[in-house]
């Protein structure tokens, strides 16, 4: 069965400084990854996907996230980061099974504490 | 609708008692999945629906949730005979034909 894991519980960085929040995967078979934000009693909000193509892949609010085959990590990553970018961040996989649909198994998720 | 709707927005309820909660996907959307979210963690799947067929309710974590979508539109997920274990964030997701989610706010059930 896929996963994902995101091994930092919390990230901390300061306004203005490069963030990153890491994720590995493990599948069967090529990756869909995703990630999402979700912002205080607010559902998730899509971030950015990499089904194929391009290893580094940019989406909403100058996120961008790179996939490392070799090291099976998906890191999201911003070059500068605004207080307003504090939340909680979840990376995800899509199970590939004939009847999953477009079903996705979530890591624990990695809270983003960006100060001032 | 713009977004997925889901109601209520909070719920209290007493544990032994039954709740329903709602979701109204993204008009057209073929595809609703439910998922449970407790604090500080991960949305957990519980169940997915392609139209009206229920295809997977692997994530269902006992014989008390239930989940319907009869016309192939709204669903409701049913918990019997609540308990403390079941307070979470219930999140319901629609998609289309491509790959990406898109999430309500969800419904934040107490059992007292």
């Known amino acids: 069965a896929q996963s994902v894991a995101q091994p930092e519980d919390q990230v901390n960085v300061a306004e203005g400084n490069p963030l990153t929040v890491k994720c590995t995967y493990s599948v069967s078979g090529n990756p869909y990854l995703f990630w999402y934000v979700q912002y205080p009693n607010r559902g998730l909000q899509f971030l950015l996907k990499y089904i194929t193509g391009d290893n580094l892949v940019k989406g909403s609010y100058g996120f961008e996230a790179e996939f490392n085959k070799s090291q099976t990590s998906f890191h999201l990553k911003k070059p500068s980061a605004l207080v307003s970018d504090s939340a909680l961040y979840f990376c995800a996989v899509r199970d590939m099974g004939r009847a999953a649909g477009n079903k996705l198994t979530f890591g624990g998720g990695t809270r983003v504490l960006v100060k001032p | 609708g713009a977004g997925v709707s889901q109601s209520p927005r909070y719920k209290v309820a007493k544990r032994g008692q039954d709740v329903a909660l709602r979701c109204d996907p993204i008009s057209g959307h073929v595809s609703l999945f439910w998922y449970q979210q407790a604090l500080g963690q991960g949305p957990e799947f519980l169940t997915y629906f392609q139209n009206e067929a229920q295809l997977d309710k692997s994530g269902l974590p006992s014989d008390r949730f239930f989940a319907e979508r009869p016309e192939g539109s709204v669903s409701t997920l049913k918990i019997q005979r609540t308990q403390q274990e079941d307070s979470a964030v219930y999140l319901c997701?629609?998609?289309?034909?491509?790959?990406?989610?898109?999430f309500g706010s969800g419904t934040q059930l107490s059992v007292l």
């Open positions: 997701a629609s998609s289309s034909r491509q790959t990406i989610l898109f």
